[in-house]
Structures are given as structure tokens and as C-alpha cells.
């Protein structure tokens, strides 16, 4: 699985790496945030894929549900990209920023909740790692394949607005630092999930791209 590509706002494009990576697979799933049609055109061009909108996928993307389900042998996969509503989306940004720390108010616990009769849900949205049960339910995400530079350590910090990610990103794991995907796989003992880190520098548009 995949998420939070961001091709046209922050990335110029897909990394060749995510397609090299996902070479044999059965089915690609994309979290949201994919920005670009053109990023589900590539990904289909190695496996079929079950993508959800996320909160930055406008225009010909606005067509894709906001969470689907999707079989993975006898098992079931819940996928939605997590956007809440603004009046807890602002709360939990400022709380994070005041804290230093990431303040999710519920996060996994409201996009499990979205689901009935799944083993596992797969979320995108924060830009971070989690396997854990949620009510019983395990909750994946790999993290996403954009990563903003201040968090990554890439730029110099400085000013008012540098200061709180430094803060912040002393409470991020190193993990959640680098670009990453997952990988689900159903068995004998259940679903296992693996998260791999892209080797591969990835460039950053400076400046968004303009939407056609």
C-alpha cells in the first residue's frame, strides 16, 4: 500500500522506486492523498489498484470514495485516508504544534470506527507510522511517500515557524522521518504487514503545480 504521494503539490512525481517495489504484487492499495490522476494510471500499469480520496484530491480524483473494502484471501481491509472534520482537524494541528508532539485526538480510533466486519483498516493522512489493535481491529499505515523537508531534516530551521516543527520532530521516530511504503500479506496466522523505506532521494517541487 501506499499513501500520501502528493504528485503536483509537493513531489514533480511518482518515484520510480514505489513502481520498481511493487512489481508481483496482487493488489495496490492507495491511502489518499494522490494529487495527480496520473499516479493511479502508473500504479495500474504493475497491479490493480483500490485507491480512496483524500483530503487533497480534487477535480478528476474527486470521484474516488472516501472508503471502500477490499478482500485480501479470507480476510477483509478496510481503507479510508482519514480526513476528520475541520473542527477536529484544527484542534488536533494546534494541540500538536502547542505540545511538540503529534496530539491525534482519536485518530485511529475514529477511522476503525468507520468500518464493520474488517481485520484491519489502512489509513494515510498524518504522514505516520502505526501498527497496532484498535478496538480490535488492527490499524496499518506505512507512513507516506512525501515527507515534509523541515521534518526530515533536510533544511536549515530557523524563524518562529521552523522552531515548532524542530520541537516536534524531536517526538517524531526516526521512521516517520524518511519516505516509506507497506505491504500486506494474508496467511495462515492472519495479515502481516511490512513497511519498507524508499532508498532513492526524492526531489521536491518547490512550487506547486498548477491543477488542469
Known sequence: MVADTHVG??????????????????LIIHAGDVAQARVLDELREVAPVAAVRGNHDRGALRHLPLSVVVPAGPFRIGVTHGTRRRGIELPSSLLSVAAGRPVLLGFARQAVGR???VDMVVTG????????VVDGVRHFSPGAVFVNEMLAGRVPTHGPVPWAYRRYRKHIDDADR???IGFVEAGPDGL???RVMLERPIAVQRRP????
Open 9 to 26: 503539490d509537493h513531489l514533480p512525481a511518482l518515484p520510480a522506486e514505489v513502481l520498481e517495489r511493487f512489481d508481483g504484487v496482487d
Open 115 to 117: 468500518f464493520t466486519g
Open 125 to 132: 493522512h498524518l504522514h505516520l507510522s502505526f501498527d497496532h
Open 178 to 180: 524518511l519516505p516509506a
Open 192 to 194: 502481516t504487514t511490512r
Open 209 to 212: 503545480l498548477r491543477r488542469r
